[in-house]
Structures are given as C-alpha cells and as structure tokens.
C-alpha cells in the first residue's frame, strides 16, 4: 500500500486540497497537508479502510463489500455509516454467526475470498455464495463436529445416537438433531446462559468438562481448585470468601 504524504489527497482548487478518506478540505501547502497526513484522524480513517474493505486507487475510494466508487462529499466514515453499507454488515453478521467463517482477508482487501474454518476452504465473498456454503450439508455437519467438543456432546457405542452429558439425553446421530439441539432445546440452553453467567469474568473454565466425558469439575484459576460444574456449587465458589479475596 502507497501510504506517502498524498496518499489520499488530491487536488481541489488553486488553493486547497482535499483529503478523500476524511471528507475535508486543507489548504494547499505542504506544511498543512503534512500536517494532516500525520494527524490522528487520518489515520484512524486508514484503519478504517483496511478493516471494512475500502481501498483507494487512482484517487477513487472503492468499496468492494458494496461495489460502489466513493463519490463526491462522501469519506470514509460517512460511507461506513450510511445504509447500504450498512446493510451489507448486517446481512453478512447474519450469515456468518456461529459459522466459523473468517472474514477478515477479504475486508483487510488482501483476499476476494472468506475462510471457512470448519471445512478448511475458501469461499468466494458474496452473500449469495457464502448463504449456499453455510446452508451445505457438508458445512453443516463440520459446524457439529466442532461444536461437539464445545457442548459436552459425545459419541455412543451405537452409531445412532449422541449423548449430551450437559442435559443427560440421548440425540439422534444427525448434524440437524445436534444442530437443534445446541440452538433450540429448552434445558440446553439454560445451561450454558446460566453458567457462563455465573463464571463470565471469574476465571473459571468449563472447558474440560465440556471435552472430557469423565470430567465431572470445572477449574477456577484463579484459586487454582476444582468445582463440581454445576450452577449451585459454582454460584457458591464464585461468592465464597476464598475466591473473593483471592488476587490474580
Ligand atoms: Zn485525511
Ligand atoms: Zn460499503
Ligand atoms: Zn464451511
Ligand atoms: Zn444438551
Ligand atoms: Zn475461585
């Protein structure tokens, strides 16, 4: 990336200059728009481009998430804010939640591309594409595998079924009935509000318990001890003396 002292600014009148990622105007001098270049402001407003796909070539703000040329009084930050954009990020949070799909190479504009961790493949960055990958059964059952370790769901000798340790209930074996599981049962859910509720900003890991199907305890590190993973031991740890007044 061109990042010298006119990175961004083009001419505008006899006068003065403008910078096109802030939206403002400088008088034409070299100490102003030094001045400016070197300013908090610009770069933020560079930041901002590199995080939500704008780019700038041959003086024209391009916005690759809406295929739009940045036109007139418009900067960056007023682009961002504005609708279209908006509802681009919109759609695509929507999409992407919970999928495990990295989109960070494709705003940074190094890639057209976004990664999707569970399948270990590249997808091309529209929302057409990417609503097709997330729906695929293929991407579907790499999301269950993976969240499996992460919701104390384990295999059984029969092949048909799941059990899932946090509920005690057996599941069909399908990446749906897991799927439905981990996102609409009633119990299931709860579960995880309550304690990760009980144990956000405590230190405490319910990690292993999640993994291993033998592991019956949470760990608080910050008392270095074991708990029973259960709602009412952990409330009771998290208020007890020791864990109060134990500093990390
Ligand atoms: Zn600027
Ligand atoms: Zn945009
Ligand atoms: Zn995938
Ligand atoms: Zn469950
Ligand atoms: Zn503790």
Redesign the pocket.
Known sequence: MKTGLLYGIVANSKTRVRCVFCGVYIPKANKCIEEHTNGMKHKENIDLMSENGLTYYNDELYCKPCDVYLTGEDSVAAHLEGEQHANWVAAMDDLIEGEFINIDAYLSTESEEVFCEVCNMKVNCTLQNIEEHVNDILHRSNVAEKLKPL???FPVENDDELW????D?Y?ENTARSLLE??DD?K??VE?FMDIEDLIEDQEISIQDYLKNEHEKKAFCNKCQVEIPCNARSLEEHVHSEAHLNQFS
Do not use: P, S
């Not at 899932?164 to 509920?167: G, N, S």
């Open positions: 919701n104390g769901i899932c340790k946090v509920c209930e599941i599981h981990i049962d119990q299931h579960w």
